[in-house]
């Protein structure tokens, strides 16, 4: 088990397996030795997470929704690094799509579910640049999508 996997088990996360794709798209490209990861939808227990923010969701329900996006992020990482997740070097950036209401305004405080996550899970090498933006609609109703930009050896 890698470090990563270690200090994940300590938090209670299990990487599931990567996510397929859903449509004609790769879950991630490898340029050099940097992996964009396509964006990974909010999920739990096997169901899309859906909702919108400032409807029928909260920010701090959000925040678990793209929690669940960063799990999926990193599980795709895993994948991308052949099983083994300590080749993962840093998180470099996330990209955060929140379903919400026009007047909804705590994008940020949604996103900060994956990027408090990806800080707790990966110390120092989960700290990233950011995106957090709205969106009138995403895929199946979910209330989150995150992309993701990952360094690895």
């Known amino acids: 088990m890698s470090a990563f996997e270690t200090r ?18 790769v879950p991630y490209v490898q340029v050099g030795d940097l992996v964009h990861v396509s964006g990974q939808i909010s999920m739990k227990d096997g169901a899309f997470l859906t909702g919108k923010l400032g409807d029928v969701m909260t920010a701090e329900e959000g925040a678990k929704a793209a929690r669940s996006c960063a799990i999926a992020l990193l599980a795709q990482v895993k994948a991308a690094c052949g099983g083994d997740l300590d080749r993962l070097q840093r998180v470099v950036k996330l990209v955060g799509f929140v379903n919400s209401t026009s007047d909804f305004g705590d ?23 950011r995106s957090a933006v709205s969106a009138a609609s995403l895929p199946f109703g979910v209330a989150v999508e995150i992309e993701g930009i ?4």
Request: proline letters at 9%; charged letters at 20%; aromatic letters at 6%.
């Open 107 to 129: 994008q940020p405080k949604v996103i900060n579910g994956a990027s408090d996550f990806m800080v707790e899970a990966l110390g120092d090498a989960g700290r990233h640049a």
């Open 8 to 25: 994940l088990a300590e938090l209670g996360v299990t990487l599931p397996d990567a996510p397929a794709p859903a449509a004609n798209y």
């Open 150 to 153: 990952f360094q690895i050896k």
